[in-house]
């Protein structure tokens, strides 16, 4: 809508009125109270020290390796890779968690849960490829690695003595 031609808005369409510029919310900038000569120093330095127990309660948010240093490097690295490395399989072709589409559940609580079960999935299956790249497949099955089922086939019988007679016709 041009801004130096005025148009006609019909009062009666809410729609109209709302999508009027004058009916938008307008924010000012803020004034400045101070000029920059007076601006408290930590405003115009470039650097701070912050100490050991500067923080307080927030002291243990704190790093004891300076930020990318040889040091922070060769501590948070490989974590960084495993973590991207996990992300990457979960957001890629089998599982596609990054894709709404796959996600269909309504609230955040229900989104929670169901990214929670998805990562569980996953998981599972990361193990199990783990398992089957990993462990050797000539060796022979024995009995402790496959469930054991009963030997005679099930009755459902009851017991003698705990049934009940028959409903009288």
Same mark, same amino acid.
């Given at each position: ?11 009666t ?26 601006l408290?120093? #930590? ?6 020290? !912050?100490?050991k127990d500067?923080l ?5 948010? +704190?790093?004891d ?6 040091a922070?490097?060769?501590?948070y ?7 991207e ?17 796959? +996600?269909?559940?309504?609230?955040r609580?229900?989104?929670? #849960?169901?990214?929670?079960l998805? !990562? ?6 990361f193990?199990?490829q783990? =398992? ?8 022979? !099955? ?20 705990q049934s =009940?007679?028959p409903?009288?016709?």
């Amino acid at each position: 809508m041009p801004s130096g031609r005025p148009t006609a808005v019909d009062l009666t369409d809410a729609r109209q009125r709302a999508a009027h510029p004058a009916a938008k919310p307008r924010i000012l900038p803020p004034q400045p109270d101070l000029k920059a000569d007076q601006l408290p120093k #930590i405003c115009s330095q470039h650097t701070i020290t !912050v100490r050991k127990d500067d923080l307080g309660h927030l002291d243990k948010f +704190r790093q004891d390796l300076a930020y990318l240093s040889s040091a922070w490097i060769g501590t948070y690295k490989s974590v960084r890779a495993n973590t991207e490395g996990i992300n990457g399989r979960l957001k890629g072709h089998d599982l596609d968690l990054g894709n709404a589409k796959n +996600r269909l559940a309504h609230g955040r609580v229900a989104q929670t #849960i169901l990214i929670a079960l998805l !990562v569980t999935v996953a998981n599972d299956h990361f193990l199990d490829q783990w =398992r089957h790249i990993h462990e050797p497949h000539d060796e022979p !099955v024995t009995l402790a690695d496959t469930p054991q089922t009963p030997a005679q086939p099930f009755d459902d019988t009851p017991s003698a003595g705990q049934s =009940r007679p028959p409903p009288t016709p």
